[in-house]
């Protein structure tokens, strides 16, 4: 017998796996809703004029799309790494301190 499948709860899209589908498909809805507007033609006129008005900013911009998007997420497995060498400076700085306190001679006070 197999197992029954989880039920969803409406909102949750659950692990979407390599890719985001739901993202994709409304990139998609609305590339077509942008040609279905007519908004291309108008569009590349404006792209044009900017690239004429100012070429090095464009071509700025043009880079940066073309490496493409930064991750804004932190996935599990780097927060744990980061984490844990966070904890490894912390620890060597606490053991240092620890040591010099515990060598340290005691202060007398002179004022008898």
Do not use: C, W
Not at 71 to 84: F, H, N
Request: aromatic share 2%.
């Amino acid at each position: 017998m197999k197992p029954e499948k989880p039920t969803r709860t409406p909102g949750d899209e659950g692990n979407q796996g390599e890719g985001d589908r739901i993202s994709a498909r409304r990139y998609d809805r609305h590339v077509r809703e942008f040609v279905a507007r007519g908004k291309v033609e108008q569009a590349a006129k404006d792209a044009g004029a900017y690239v004429e008005r100012l070429p090095d900013d464009a071509e700025r911009a043009e880079r940066r799309a073309r490496r493409g998007p930064h991750p804004t997420k932190v996935t599990i497995e780097e927060l744990v790494a980061k984490g844990r060498t966070v904890i490894e400076r912390v620890r060597s700085i606490a053991h240092r301190i620890t040591g010099r306190l515990v060598h340290r001679p005691a202060h007398r006070s002179e004022h008898r």
